[in-house]
């Protein structure tokens, strides 16, 4: 079994479904110590139960929960965790044209807003203790452009300015940051677009699956402390 990550400590938001679950998993199997966070009492408490995680349900878009939950990994573990994956998001495909203000938000609260509050709240301790390591998950749709990414697009961008800054702001103090852009994965996010009876979209079986993201997440995570991996970007081989 591989344990390069035996002893180490993990946070990983959106961790009840997709890549967020995926990664949860690939750390457990990794050796490490995995906090599980979710809005979804009862599916992430399924899904702590089969990793072998810890369930902690929180809205990481709400300022007042993130506080809550971190003050209780604090004090659960007597520091933050060497490692926290941001991989909660949402994802909506609308013309720019038809985004209504309500969906716009939705999408900035999800993938911008979230990993922001997650990295206000554990940055601190990690600067303080000189180490520590945050992986975002982003997209590919936060480098290119597509058509009806409005919304999307927009937070995912926000999240690369986000971690740029961020790496800007780590740089000789201990602590890492690397931002994982996935192209297309096949998860529950594209169900309701049913892709596969789209032209406009990719198959669902040429898409990447969330356990290929999450063994790069557990890759950049193995790395020794001297060695920095700003951006991997991911795709599906042709």
């Known amino acids: 079994m591989d344990d390069t990550l ?4 993990a946070l990983v938001t959106g961790a009840s479904r997709g890549i967020g679950l995926a990664v949860a998993r690939e750390l457990a199997r990794a050796g490490a110590w995995v906090g599980m966070v979710a809005r979804g009492g ?12 810890h369930a902690m349900p929180t809205d990481v878009s709400d300022p007042s929960a993130v506080h809550t939950m971190a003050t209780y990994v604090g004090e659960l573990l007597g520091d933050a965790p060497d490692l926290v994956v941001n991989a909660a998001g ?9 985004t209504e203000p309500a969906e716009f938000d939705a999408q900035v609260a999800a993938n911008l807003r979230a990993p922001f509050l997650v990295v206000r709240a554990f940055l601190p301790p990690m600067l303080q203790r000189r180490s520590g ?7 590919v749709a936060g480098r290119v452009a597509y058509p009806g990414n409005g919304a999307y697009s927009a937070s995912k961008f926000g999240q690369r300015g986000l ?13 890492r940051a690397t931002l994982v852009e996935p192209a297309a994965t096949d998860t529950s996010l594209w169900d309701a ?13 040429a898409m990447l699956r969330a356990d290929d993201v999450a063994r790069v997440v557990v890759f950049a995570a193995a790395q020794p402390r001297h060695v920095q991996l700003p951006f991997i970007a991911v795709e599906a081989a042709a």
Request: charge should be negative.
């Open 6 to 9: 035996r002893g180490k400590t």
């Open 42 to 53: 009862d599916a992430l408490a399924r899904a702590a139960e089969e990793v072998g995680g």
């Open 90 to 98: 949402t994802f909506a495909l609308v013309p720019l044209a038809e």
């Open 163 to 175: 971690h740029e800054v961020l790496l800007q702001e780590v740089r000789g103090t201990g602590v």
């Open 133 to 139: 390591h945050i992986i975002q998950i982003g997209s």
């Open 193 to 205: 677009l049913d892709p596969d009876s789209r032209p406009d979209l990719p198959d669902r079986a």
